[in-house]
Every structure is written in C-alpha cells, then in structure tokens.
C-alpha cells in the first residue's frame, strides 16, 4: 500500500503542476495564485484587502485601452 500512495500522491503532484503551469498566465493569475498560497498560510486578511486592490490597480493601470 505505501508504493500505491506514493505513486497516487506523485500522479495527483504532476497533474497539479500541469493545471498551474497551463492556468497561469498573465500576471494579474499569478497574483491570484499568490493570495491563495497566502490564504492557505493564514496571513491577515487586511493584507489580502490591501494587495488585491493594489494588483487590480496595477492591471488597470496596464491594460490599454
């Protein structure tokens, strides 16, 4: 049963390194990719308020018009 686990646990690693490779791919994702690993690692969600309005600033301030 170990070598089963670990072998699901490596397939369920890739397909999440393809899905995040392939969904990633402009800056304003990345910035979405980012605040969930900083939701997952329980930071204040002030600073969360406070950098998603900065990244939605940034992406308007970039995007042409």
Known sequence: M??????????MAAVAW?????SIIDPVTA???AAVLL????????????GG???DL???ALRPR
């Not at 393809?18 to 392939?22: E, K, M, R």
Request: no cysteine; glycine share 8%; net charge positive.
């Open 2 to 11: 170990d070598r089963a686990n670990a072998a699901a646990v490596g397939l």
């Open 39 to 50: 939701i997952r690692l329980r930071i204040n969600s002030a600073w969360l308020v406070l």
């Open 31 to 33: 910035a979405i990719a």
């Open 18 to 22: 393809q899905l995040g490779t392939s």
């Open 53 to 55: 309005g900065a990244v």
């Open 58 to 60: 940034l992406a308007s």
